[in-house]
């Protein structure tokens, strides 16, 4: 029973997460990219370039139809539960960006500084992006080509986004000149690179290594506390030649603060080393 209730806080905890990150990308999307004509590329972009040049549907609505022939992909080459969460992250994405339309409508620039709005749009974006990636979800559109190259060629995020969204971005330059075709290159390539910094940072684990007299102690906390567990074996000091244990772990950051709280307080004299990963593969962290 506390098994499927832990389930289900999981489920609910990442639906919330994802939540704020299409929050993020909606404001990034129609506050800053929209009425600047920047394309960094996705289904924002290509409902950008559609509704200038084919204005009979707003962008929005534009933005909508192709997400849903995308999701439709989706559903067939990236999984079930990945197609849903996509699914609850496209529609709200788009039932965002209408109400805007309806409550916020917006014909042009907030401000007269073009480079000051297309940094609040990268950075915007990128962080939604990098924040559904983390769940294993996306806006729709293009990123589901981006999951879907990341799933069958092991491409990293940044890197597929930046093939799925070049030829969007460019077309920038025909739809609103070379001055917006220029802020959009500049956009896409900041923002690849932005979506795999905050992945990485996202997904960041502490590795240890603790040298100490008191094994037990140390590997029940993080076995009993942490639910993870460890790999211990003897060492020998090569100065004082005395025998001590040597014992692994990994744990996320939040917990880091803890172990290494609980190991100074059960050996004062344990010595302590923590590296920072941005991957680890294998049970209670990711799948392969």
Request: aromatic fraction near 10%.
């Amino acid at each position: 029973m506390k098994t499927k209730e832990n389930k289900i806080l999981k489920t609910i905890i990442s639906y919330l997460i994802m939540t704020g990150g299409v929050v993020l990308m909606t404001v990034g999307v129609y506050f800053f990219k929209i009425p600047n004509g920047f394309v960094t590329g996705g289904v924002s972009g290509i409902g950008t370039v559609l509704g200038k040049v084919a204005p009979i549907l707003s962008t929005a609505t534009w933005i909508s139809i192709i997400n849903i022939v995308l999701l439709i992909i989706g559903f067939i080459f990236v999984g079930k539960e990945t197609g849903i969460k996509t699914a609850y992250c496209s529609l709200m994405f788009s039932g965002l960006s209408m109400i805007l339309e309806k409550i916020v409508p917006i014909t042009e620039p907030l401000t007269n500084q073009p480079f000051l709005e297309l940094v609040y749009a990268i950075m915007l974006t990128a962080a939604g992006s990098a924040i559904m990636f983390s769940q294993a979800a996306s806006s729709g559109g293009t990123d589901i080509i981006a999951l879907i190259l990341k799933k069958y060629t092991r491409t990293n995020v940044g890197r597929a986004l930046l093939y799925t969204d070049f030829l969007v971005a460019a077309s920038s330059f025909l739809s609103f000149g070379v001055g917006a075709g220029l802020y959009s290159m500049l956009g896409l390539f900041a923002k690849a690179f932005l979506v795999d910094g905050i992945i990485d940072n996202i997904n960041s684990c502490k590795y240890f290594v603790v040298i100490t007299d008191k094994p037990d102690e140390v590997s029940e906390f993080v076995i009993g506390e942490l639910n993870h567990s460890v790999t211990k074996h003897t060492v020998v000091g090569g100065f004082s030649g005395t025998e001590k244990y040597m014992i692994h772990t990994v744990c996320h950051r939040m917990d880091a603060i803890r172990l290494r709280k609980k190991v100074k307080e059960v050996d004062p004299n344990a010595f302590t080393v923590i590296t920072t990963t941005s991957e680890i593969v294998g049970r209670g962290f990711r799948g392969v």
